[in-house]
Every structure is written in C-alpha cells, then in structure tokens.
C-alpha cells in the first residue's frame, strides 16, 4: 500500500556519447560488436516468461554481410499465439494490481540498467542485425529508449494528479485503470527505441502486452526482454513471439481479449487492422473498443525559399535525407528547391554526397551502411534504373548499388522537371532524394504543391530568413506535417522536447514519448464519494 504522494526523479534526456577515436567507450563498443558478431545466438520466443524454441528457426544475417550468420530465432506456430493470450490475460491479473510506484521503478532501473552494462550489447546488436553506424545506433537504441523510460513515468504522474474537482461534502476522485484485456504491439526494424517502447509504454499503464517485433529486429529484440527481465518485469507481463505476421495477427486480432493496437510500420498493413477490427466490432467479439494507436509511413518534404540559406538547407539535406540509409519514417525524400539557389544547393550537396564512405559499422569512418535486406534493395535499385532512363529525372549524384556482399545503395540525388514524378510522391525507404526546381516567384504556389503531392502527413521543414514568409508557410503546411521544423532538417525528434506523429496517411498523430500517447493505455473511472447521503427524496421544490 502506497504511504506518501511520491515524486519520480525529474526526467532529463540521457546524453549522447561521442565515440571519439581514442575513447574508452568507442573501445568498449566495438569489443562488444566483434564478440557478438562472432558469436552464434539461438533466440527463442517468450510466453509467460518461457524461452520456447520450436526448432523452426530463421538464420540471422547482417545486412552489410549477408553471406554472415550471427545466430537464429524460432517461429511460433499458431497454438503458440493461443498461449500467449491465455498466458498475458493470466499475469494481468496481478500486473494490473500493482501499484504505480513499482511499476515505475521497473522501468526507471531499465533505463538505468541501458545508461550502464546494457547500453553496449543493445548498442552493438542494432548495429550488427539493423547496420546502424555508431552514432546512428547510440541516438537511437540507447539514448531514445532511455528518455522513453525515463519521460513516461513522468508523464504518467502528470495524468494521475489530473484529478476533478469537489463540492462540498463529496469527494470526486479520478481513477486511472489499464485496459480490459491486452495490447497487440507491433514494431519496426529501424528504430530499436521504437521497438522497446511500442510494448513498455502500455505495460507501464498497467497492461499486459503481446509484442511482435520485425525479424529484421529480433537480435536487439532479445536483448530488450533481456532487459526487461534484469530489471524486474513480471513474467508474462510483456510476451515477446515470433513466426508468420500474418497469423499472429489473425489470432490476436480475432481474440475477444483485444484491448489496444500499438503500432509502427506500412500505411497498408495498418489498413488492413482497421478493417479486421472493423469487421469483429460489427461481429461483437470484443469485450470493450479497442485502442487503435499507429505511426505509419512518410513522404517527408524540405521547402526552401530564396531568403534561405543553400549551404544551411544542402547540410539539412545531407543528413535528413541519408542518416540510416534514409531509412527513417521521418527522413526527408522530395525538396523544393528555387531557382536562383539551385546552383549553389547542388554544388554543396553533391560534394557533401561524394565524401560519404560506405561500409560495415564496425568501421565507424562509414557515414552509410547497408539497406535492411534484399527485398529494400530490389524495389530501391529499380527506381534509381527507372530514373536512369526517364526523360523528366536526371542523377546528379550518386546512383549506385551492390549486393555482392552487403545490400549496399549509394545515396542517390535525383532531380526531376515533374513535380509530381514518381519518386517524388512514393515512400521509398531508402537513400534516396528527388529534387524539384521551382521559379523564385511561384513560391507561395509551391506550398500548396508541397501539400497536395503526398498523401502523408509526418514530417515536413521549410527554410528561409523572411519571418513573414515563413509564417504564410507555417499556415500553408497546418495540415501536411504533425513534426514540423523551420530551419532545420525534418528527423530527430528528440522524447520530451518534439513529441512525435502524424496524421492524414501517418497514423493517429498520438505522439509517442508524450503524455497523449500514455492516454490511450488507460481507461478512466470516475468515483464520486458522498460523505454524508440525502435521507429524503422530496427537493425544496416540491414544498
């Protein structure tokens, strides 16, 4: 039982190591990525807190070293995905109990436990199975992940004390209860943060969770249960399966305990659950509504207007578009460009492009690494062909690839006289950049360009010095952009300074690390207490 009105600690955001040569971390860093890369894990799935191995497995195979195996994961057949549910609805009973302190301190020790002896083993396991290069791994498997811990137990006590107010002689009080049955979580590859957070954030509300990570992410995976169990997470609270999409999403979307939808991936697959939820609604399967929360895809836009400055928006371009091989929901793939800096734009950027190095993380001079896999470099090397023989797209930069040994793209700057070509309009998920060259003058035409092209609704940066311009373009773009940067490149959300979503084909705009997301994993009940109870029913009126 709680005896005090509790302050957490205060949440401030886990700062970001250099890896300078010389360092003692890049040192410890790099020891961890060769011992794992050497090394052969078997990863099962977990239910109840069971590691089950089927036999069924799946090689895992570094993206920059395809030929490479650093381990495997088993499947989980269907009966598996039954299990989980009886097992999940099972250990909700007490995990719901639990009072809110303690379910916060499970999850301030985790960060705790990543800012120290995991950080190198999360750190290094994203960089072997997602290529990430180190910096690339550090902001976001460990330094996202641990403000995620840290930020949402602050915000789940700014929800807690939202309490009503009271008339006299009665108490209203607002109870903050989890959800009634459990969350289907489901992750991404790209961002290990993302893939922590999607399952702990309901599960720090009181919710029990099924989670699905993408096996291009399981290595990272297991060591987030890893973690999860070294800081004292209940067994069963958090189920971690693997095996066929398309069945554990059958099974738990059909099961009558669905309380919530966590999700991160394509615009399409989260389609197709609305329409599955849907159809069970009308059926009445569901105890309660389901929560349906996603992030999806991304055409993300950087509008420059002729005030701007050309190396300021090439350096934005640089980085936003080709950090992670572009492999970011929120990284930049169309720009607009006016035609008076064009030139300058061109000349910065180009250069930047042919100074990155491409190779394996372990080689931490490598600004690019490889894309996730096979299928990512097919459907990227066929537009980059497709631009090669178009007649309204020219490569000004880059346009290479090789699979030989790695799924390597070369980052790709395309400029085209169609604003509405292809590349400018198709998420591609990749290192690649499509350019559209407008007249100085049609500038104020262009934003309703920028803002009809795509059917996404992320992240989007304008650049210019005119306040004036860019408060029309601020207006212009409401709608076309939930994280909206002026001056600066359109990634990098950082937990509890820009809380990230967006809308229109991007998802439900519910921001994860914010308060508005930890929202939606809890169920209110208000109680109203009345101290001393009327004994007649006859009002004054009636006198």
Known sequence: MASGFYNVPIATNEPVRSYAPGSKERESLLAAYK??????????????????????????????????SVGQFHLAEKHHIEEA??????????????????????????????????????????????????????IDSACELIDFFRFNVKFMTEIYSNQPESAPGIW???????????????????????????????????????????????????????????????DGVINMVTGSSSMITEVLLDSKHLTGVHFTGSTGVFNSFWEQIGRNVNLGKYISYPRIVGETGGKDFVWMHSSADPKEVSTALARG?????????????????????????????????????????EDTSNFINAVIDRRAFDKLSSYIDNARTDDDAEIVVGGGYDDSKGYFIEPTVIVTTNSKYETMCTELFGPVLTIYVYKDDNWD?????????????????????????????????????????????????????????????????????????????????????????PSDYRYPFLG
Not at 86 to 114: H, Y
Not at 200 to 226: E, F
Request: hydrophobic fraction near 40%; proline fraction near 5%.
């Open 172 to 234: 209203n009080r607002m109870e903050y209860r989890a959800l009634e049955g459990f969350v289907y979580a489901i992750t991404p590859f790209n961002f290990t943060s993302i893939a922590g957070n999607l399952p702990a954030a309901p599960a720090l509300m009181g919710n029990v969770v099924i989670w699905k990570p993408a096996r291009t992410q399981i290595y990272s995976a297991k060591v987030i249960m890893d973690l999860f169990k070294a800081a004292g997470l209940p």
């Open 35 to 68: 011992a794992m890369y050497r090394d052969h894990v078997d990863i099962p799935f977990y239910i109840g807190g069971k590691e089950i191995r089927t036999g069924n497995t799946v090689s895992i195979n570094p993206p920059h070293d395809h030929q490479h």
């Open 85 to 138: 549910v009886d097992s999940v609805m099972e250990a909700r009973k007490q995990w719901t109990r639990t009072p809110w302190q303690d379910r916060a301190a499970i999850f301030l020790k985790a960060a705790e436990l990543l800012a120290g002896p995991f950080r190198d083993r999360l750190n290094a396991a994203t960089m072997i199975c997602q290529s990430k290069n180190v910096m690339q791994a550090e």
């Open 321 to 361: 578009a080709f950090e992670y091989q572009g492999q970011k929901c929120s990284a930049a793939s169309r720009a607009y460009i006016p035609e008076s800096q064009w030139e300058a734009v061109r000349d910065y950027l180009v250069e930047d492009v042919k100074s990155f190095k491409m190779g394996s993380p």
């Open 445 to 533: 035409q262009v934003l309703k360009l920028v803002d009809q092209t795509s059917e996404y609704a992320l992240t989007g940066a304008i650049f210019s010095k005119d306040r004036y311009v860019i408060d029309i373009a601020t207006q212009a773009l409401e709608n076309s952009a939930g994280n909206f940067y002026i001056n600066d490149k359109p990634t990098g959300a950082v937990v509890g300074q820009q809380p990230f979503g967006g809308a229109r084909g991007s998802g439900t705009n519910d921001k994860a690390g914010s308060v508005w997301n930890l929202l939606r994993w809890t169920s209110n009940r208000t109680i109203k207490e009345t101290f001393v109870p």
